[in-house]
């Protein structure tokens, strides 16, 4: 079937478009043209494939007939279409391959064919179920199975785990996200008129194609934790398989504060230990995996050290045992003097214990930090973290439901490390004699100077 059509894509919608892995996610704000990329990715699988069934969805009936049908037959050229089926839904192509329409209210209606591809419009309004449904479907013989995704979101659903924040790494899935700003056809006046509309956290959401907390229950202020995300970059570094990252190589005589909240496990929560500049507030490292309580205290160990050992306020979790064994691994390799013991200099009780009266201290002091920006994350998780950490319905702060907070307590650690370094610290002692100056090695956080001839 000879067809050409010239497409005019920008260059996040001509990535979607190209991308061939079998699990496509494409997330954009309002007018972000993401139908119309789903349309026409549809569109090249379906003329590359002579005879392959597609399957097409949306969230109900309407938004199916009204939106993605219509954006269809608006972006396919007439010539490549033999005919349409009003009453099956069903659209049929002069090479064969065929696109059959369904909503996915209910679910279980979309078992049956086999198909080559599957093109999930609003893809984040439709359940989970509806997806992994699609997923078995793909099944038909002798072609490449593909599916992809084109949608908003609303607030952190299911799309945020499956395909932007997954727990197990896998190629079969791609993500792309893009702001609706990106889309040079728009009217210039349309997303003025939205950006006066909307709340902060909701622009985020409807216009810059990010997850968000919109109901108003955030805990950190939606400004600041979206301008941490502009700030965020990839590590300059990545060491022990992901497991250590670097976003700013230690410098000599600088002083950094770490935070470690531990967990260890095949599933369920990450240790992460997160790392400061004093001065700036800039992350500059990170620990971040599911390493044994062992391996957790050596690469703690190990990573500290190269930032001048840091000073480490590491939770001590009295319901586990990891954390516990982890902190003791440390204290086995001579790192006590640089960590917080809650019972100050007689260093018995290491660790600090998160209850019912400090955990409300250290995230308001968290809080306030963020707020006025204080601190400044680099690592796009742990931002993640902090725009899904919010208010539960007992006003409660927690994290929404399916995300961590591993981050977030680790952030919170390490700013709690400022009120207690300097309080911890040593001297460094420098004696002048006739054969010359001996200098006696301390901690840096605050320097004495004793002379004597």
Same mark, same amino acid.
């Given at each position: &079937?000879?067809?050409?059509?010239?497409?005019? @894509?920008?260059?996040?919608?001509?990535?979607?478009?190209?991308?061939?892995?079998? %699990?496509?996610?494409?997330?954009?704000?309002?007018?972000?043209?993401?139908?119309?990329?789903?349309?026409?990715?549809?569109?090249?699988?379906?003329?590359?494939?002579?005879?392959?069934?597609?399957?097409?969805?949306?969230?109900?009936?309407?938004?199916?007939?009204?939106?993605?049908?219509?954006?269809?037959?608006?972006?396919?050229?007439?010539?490549?279409?033999?005919?349409?089926?009003?009453?099956?839904?069903?659209?049929?192509?002069?090479?064969?391959?065929?696109?059959?329409?369904?909503?996915?209210? =209910?679910?279980?209606?979309?078992?049956?064919?086999?198909?080559?591809?599957?093109?999930?419009?609003?893809?984040?309004?439709?359940? @989970?179920?509806?997806?992994?449904?699609?997923?078995?479907?793909?099944?038909?013989?002798? $072609?490449?199975?593909?599916?992809?995704?084109?949608?908003?979101? #609303?607030?952190?659903?299911?799309?945020?785990?499956?395909?932007?924040?997954?727990?197990?790494?896998?190629?079969?899935?791609? $993500?792309?996200?893009?702001?609706?700003?990106? =889309?040079?056809?728009?009217?210039?006046?349309?997303?003025?008129?939205?950006?006066?509309?909307?709340?902060?956290?909701?622009?985020?959401?409807?216009?810059?194609?990010?997850?968000?907390?919109?109901?108003?229950?955030?805990?950190?202020?939606?400004?600041?934790?979206?301008?941490?995300?502009?700030?965020?970059?990839?590590?300059?570094?990545? +060491?022990?398989?992901?497991?250590?990252?670097?976003? +700013?190589?230690?410098?000599?005589?600088?002083?950094?504060?770490?935070? &470690?909240?531990?967990?260890?496990?095949?599933?369920?929560? %990450?240790?992460? /230990? $997160?790392?400061?500049?004093?001065?700036?507030?800039?992350?500059?490292?990170?620990?971040?995996?599911?390493?044994?309580?062992?391996?957790?205290?050596?690469?703690?160990?190990?990573? @500290?050290?190269? $930032? =001048?050992?840091?000073? @480490?306020?590491?939770?001590?979790?009295?319901?586990?045992?990891?954390?516990?064994?982890?902190?003791?691994?440390?204290?086995?390799?001579?790192?006590?003097? +640089?960590?917080? %013991? +809650?019972?100050?200099?007689?260093?018995?009780?290491?660790?600090?214990?998160? =209850?019912?009266? *400090?955990?409300?201290?250290?995230?308001?002091?968290?809080?306030?930090?963020?707020? #006025?920006?204080?601190?400044?994350?680099?690592?796009?998780?742990?931002?993640?973290?902090?725009?899904?950490?919010?208010?539960?319905?007992?006003?409660?702060?927690?994290?929404?439901?399916?995300?961590? !907070?591993?981050?977030?307590?680790?952030?919170?650690?390490?700013?709690?490390?400022?009120?207690?370094?300097?309080?911890? *610290?040593?001297?460094?002692? /420098?004696?002048?004699? !006739?054969?010359?100056?001996?200098?006696?090695?301390?901690?840096?956080?605050?320097?004495?100077?004793?002379?004597?001839?």
């Amino acid at each position: &079937m000879g067809v050409k059509v010239r497409l005019e @894509l920008f260059r996040e919608q001509a990535a979607f478009m190209e991308d061939r892995a079998a %699990f496509v996610a494409g997330h954009s704000g309002v007018g972000g043209g993401k139908t119309r990329v789903g349309a026409l990715k549809l569109l090249k699988y379906l003329v590359d494939h002579p005879g392959a069934l597609g399957i097409v969805t949306a969230p109900t009936f309407p938004m199916l007939r009204d939106a993605t049908l219509r954006t269809m037959l608006e972006m396919w050229p007439k010539e490549a279409i033999r005919g349409f089926n009003k009453a099956e839904m069903q659209l049929t192509l002069m090479n064969g391959s065929e696109a059959l329409l369904r909503s996915t209210e =209910n679910p279980d209606h979309l078992y049956g064919p086999n198909a080559a591809c599957f093109w999930m419009d609003e893809g984040s309004y439709s359940p @989970l179920e509806a997806f992994k449904i699609l997923q078995g479907r793909l099944r038909q013989a002798g $072609y490449p199975g593909q599916g992809w995704l084109t949608y908003k979101s #609303k607030g952190y659903d299911w799309t945020y785990f499956e395909f932007k924040n997954r727990e197990i790494a896998n190629a079969n899935y791609s $993500y792309h996200e893009w702001s609706a700003r990106r =889309n040079i056809f728009l009217p210039p006046e349309f997303l003025q008129r939205l950006e006066e509309s909307y709340s902060s956290e909701y622009a985020m959401q409807e216009i810059e194609g990010q997850y968000a907390i919109t109901s108003g229950l955030g805990y950190f202020d939606g400004k600041a934790t979206g301008g941490f995300l502009k700030d965020c970059s990839e590590p300059e570094t990545v +060491r022990r398989g992901g497991m250590v990252r670097i976003w +700013r190589a230690p410098v000599v005589g600088a002083r950094y504060l770490a935070g &470690m909240d531990t967990a260890w496990g095949e599933t369920g929560s %990450f240790s992460c /230990v $997160y790392i400061m500049d004093w001065q700036t507030g800039l992350q500059v490292a990170e620990l971040h995996g599911r390493p044994k309580p062992d391996e957790l205290g050596q690469e703690a160990f190990n990573l @500290l050290t190269e $930032y =001048n050992r840091a000073y @480490l306020v590491p939770e001590w979790a009295g319901d586990e045992e990891q954390g516990q064994l982890a902190i003791r691994k440390l204290m086995t390799l001579g790192y006590s003097d +640089r960590m917080y %013991f +809650r019972d100050g200099a007689k260093r018995k009780e290491p660790g600090w214990v998160t =209850n019912e009266r *400090t955990r409300p201290l250290m995230l308001a002091e968290l809080e306030e930090a963020v707020r #006025k920006r204080e601190v400044a994350p680099r690592c796009k998780d742990c931002v993640d973290e902090l725009m899904a950490f919010i208010r539960d319905e007992k006003g409660r702060p927690t994290h929404a439901e399916g995300m961590r !907070d591993d981050h977030v307590f680790a952030l919170a650690l390490a700013w709690q490390a400022r009120n207690h370094a300097r309080s911890e *610290t040593e001297t460094i002692r /420098v004696e002048y004699h !006739d054969g010359g100056m001996k200098r006696h090695e301390g901690r840096p956080w605050r320097r004495t100077l004793a002379r004597s001839r």
